[in-house]
């Protein structure tokens, strides 16, 4: 199964029955990381189990203690009736305290199988390809994640310990009902019973469409709100305030809607629900009343029956929401279910190596690639790139510039072709080791909410403040957290947005730095900065790249006039190479796009000086 974002956006529900999610939860409950439980979920069992015994026991010991009052013969002490309500009240006492006792225990296994299913499939989306990333809907797959957890908890308070326990006290009763006061009375109960839970199922399966529109729109809200929120910039910038607030209206207007419909059908079920209770109630007390009557029963066991019979609806009480709970829980426990069955575009091979990667010498040969609904993104590119080199990618937007990066990080693989550093097949190595050995500073740095320390770090996590504030030295950021009255471990907001776009640019290059790669990917580094910002970016890159292999994708010439070899991509291929000046020469688009840069002020004189290296292509020019 790709991982295509399909399943986690949308809330159309999963074909899913009872049997499987129960099955899923089982599999939870027996699954190693649960191993630590077991005695408990067994004690949990037991506990349950007893519960429902005293709670039969119950109504019988009652009834004996109201015969013994109505007999009050001398064969019978005063002590009897006593001791018989005595019982009864022991017994009720523990049919409540139970499971009290069982869920206190239970409390550590629920929270912790929820934790494990919540961060199996957390890490499990952090794991999956770029593709699923770049098209979720992080509003949707977030309320997923948060509801499937809570599904395992509803599961088992309610299927485990409510609906399962309650059907066991069903049986307990007719059994006891049948051979201690006659068979009427498990006939009376299995029917009434059966009765109950149909008129409840038929009319609750229609508050489940209602409550499938409560969702739908309950996500879309959620997520528009997060859209919203999180690019409230771009929604100010468009005086788009007012619509992100009516479109979230919207969403909130049909999930009213159907609130309120469910609101109606609720008093329906509930009607329903006490015509057929008391129904069986009172056909369990003219049968008894009849028997009694004629000599066969006692006025004690009259209100034994009548009792148990109650006992047995207290539970069903909450029937009708239990039953549309758990049906939506199971559909929410398949979601993430679905969700962790994705599999990555790009996986790691079985026998996948970690990569070793000495020099950072960079192959392309014949790399194809097509990004989805397009003919082609990059076809027949091949290029070497010596170790340490320092070499500028540019040409006109949707050339295939930013895919040829995504390919060296391996967020995709090539349809066709090989792409090799230091003579490793990247299909053949682990994504992270390889990861790990590249350094990258892309056109917009996004920072965690969180201090400027945790974000340096967050390329190199064991590092010291030492090391953290040498890389912000020579990333020309040092001066600058100096003067914050807080340092390193000021905050920085959501996204970094306390901060201005040299001063974000300047924590992506110090933690490129920090991390030390063999080879520094820079992807548009400076392409949204102003000139001013841009000579000091460019400084700290060229600190940055000392000693590494170093791959820049351009929109702004003057960030790659200096290095060793320019490659010019147009349509996918590599229409020129060469150096600045060879290709300025040349008089080729690269030629063209820098007198047009150069008319609209976009380019200056400012290089990033390398030795120079050798770049040996194995494309047409």
């Known amino acids: 199964m790709s991982d295509t974002p399909a399943d986690p956006n949308t809330d159309t529900p999963p074909s899913v ?44 010991f009652f009834g004996e203690g109201v015969n013994a009052i109505t007999e009050r013969t001398a064969d019978v002490a005063v002590w009897s009736f006593i001791a018989a309500f005595l019982i009864y009240a022991g017994a009720r006492f523990m049919s409540v305290g139970a499971p009290q006792l069982r869920d206190a225990m239970f409390a550590p296994v629920s929270q912790d199988v929820q934790r494990l299913i919540a961060v199996r499939a957390f890490g499990h989306v952090q794991r999956l390809s770029l593709n699923f990333h770049q098209t979720k809907r992080t509003g949707a797959l977030n309320r997923i994640i948060d509801r499937g957890a809570r599904a395992v908890d509803f599961l088992l308070r309610f299927l485990v310990f409510n609906i399962g326990p309650t059907v066991f006290e069903l049986l307990l009763a007719a059994g006891v009902m049948g051979v201690a006061y006659g068979w009427e009375f498990p006939v009376i109960a299995v029917v009434t019973v059966a009765a109950y839970a149909l008129a409840t199922f038929s009319v609750t399966e229609w508050r489940v469409k209602l409550r499938r529109v409560m969702n739908e729109a309950d996500n879309e809200a959620n997520a528009r709100a997060v859209d919203a ?23 909130l207007r049909r999930y009213a809607d159907a609130a309120a419909r469910s609101q109606s059908s609720l008093a329906l079920l509930n009607g329903l629900q006490a015509l057929v209770m008391n129904a069986g109630l009172l056909a369990m007390a003219l049968v008894a009343g009849l028997k009694a009557w004629n000599g066969t029963l006692q006025a004690g066991d009259v209100a034994a029956v009548t009792l148990i019979l109650m006992n047995i609806y207290q539970p069903l009480n909450i029937l009708g929401w239990a039953y549309r709970e758990i049906k939506q829980a199971t559909v929410d426990l398949e979601r993430v279910f679905q969700t962790l069955a994705l599999k990555p575009d790009v996986a790691d091979a079985a026998d996948a190596m970690d990569a070793a990667i000495p020099h950072g010498a960079i192959r392309f040969e014949d790399v194809r690639f097509a990004h989805e609904g397009r003919e082609r993104s990059v076809d027949g590119v091949s290029f070497d790139i010596p170790a340490g080199s320092f070499v500028g990618v540019c040409g006109p ?27 490793q097949d990247l299909r053949h190595v682990r994504q992270d080791s390889l990861r790990a050995n590249l350094g990258l500073v892309p056109q917009d740095v996004v920072l965690f909410n969180d201090t400027l320390r945790a974000n340096i770090l967050y390329s190199a996590p064991h590092a010291d403040d030492a090391a953290v504030m040498e890389a912000a030295d020579r990333a020309r950021l040092g001066d600058f957290i100096r003067k914050l009255p807080n340092g390193l471990d000021t905050q920085v907001g959501e996204r970094g947005l306390k901060l201005s776009g ?6 992506g290059v110090a933690r490129a730095i920090l991390k030390d790669p063999k080879i520094l990917v820079l992807d548009e580094a400076t392409s949204a900065l102003d000139s001013e910002t841009e000579r000091e970016v ?13 791959v820049a994708v351009a929109h702004r010439l003057s960030t790659i006039a200096g290095a060793d070899t320019i490659l010019v991509l147009e349509d996918g291929h590599i229409a020129e190479t060469g150096t600045h000046d060879e290709l300025i020469a040349r008089g080729g688009l690269y030629a063209t796009m820098w007198k047009r840069q150069a008319e609209a002020g976009e380019v200056s004189a400012s290089r990033m000086p390398q030795d120079r290296r050798p770049l040996n292509t194995r494309a047409e020019s």
């Open 229 to 251: 929120l999180i690019n409230f910039e771009t929604v100010k910038a468009f005086a788009a305030e007012a619509r992100e607030t009516d479109r979230y209206d919207g969403a």
């Open 397 to 423: 937007s949707g050339a295939g510039k930013s895919t040829l990066l995504k390919l060296l990080f391996r967020f995709y693989d090539p349809s066709g072709g090989r792409i090799e550093i230091d003579g």
């Open 538 to 550: 460019q400084a700290a890159l060229k600190e940055a790249a000392k000693g590494r292999t170093t």
């Open 17 to 60: 029955g009872l049997a499987s999610a129960f099955g899923r939860l089982i599999a939870l409950l027996a699954s190693p990381d649960m191993r630590k439980w077991r005695p408990r979920m067994v004690l949990a069992l037991v506990l349950t189990i007893a519960a429902k015994g005293f709670a039969v026991a119950a109504p019988v």
């Open 502 to 507: 040299g001063e974000k640019q300047r924590v």
